[in-house]
Nanobody, 123 residues
């Protein structure tokens, strides 16, 4: 059974850092593009970052460019989202998702999702 489990969220002060992990089980992550999405209260889910199966440049939303870094460790079957210089506007539930094929900004194109992980940036 294909499963994604996120971890690493929590409460952090503005300017702080967090690293989210997305551990895959039941399938080989190296065959999938991996996306990170977030959903803030009262807002639609938005794409944050995406990385393809091959070593191409990852994609980032303009709001996180230069602050967030997506990576994947296929040997550990795990993806990561390093988040630095966090801002209150980064608050939300963060999801990892996978799809066969190349990255997309459309959540509906992704096949499987993790359960979500709360990130709160507040002083």
């Amino acid at each position: 059974q294909l499963r994604l489990v996120e971890s690493g969220g929590g409460l952090v002060r503005p300017g702080g850092s967090l690293r989210l992990s997305c551990a895959a089980s039941g399938f080989a992550l190296d065959s999938y593009a991996i996306g990170w999405f977030r959903q803030a209260p009262g807002k639609e889910r938005e794409g944050v970052s995406c990385i393809n199966t091959i070593d191409t440049s990852p994609n980032y939303a303009a709001s996180v460019e230069g602050r967030f870094t997506i990576s994947r460790d296929n040997a550990k079957n795990t993806a990561y989202l390093q988040m630095n210089s966090l801002e209150p506007e980064d608050t939300g539930i963060y999801y990892c998702a996978v799809r066969k094929g190349v990255c997309s900004t459309y959540a509906s194109y992704f096949d499987s999702w993790g359960q979500g992980n709360q990130v709160t940036v507040s002083s």
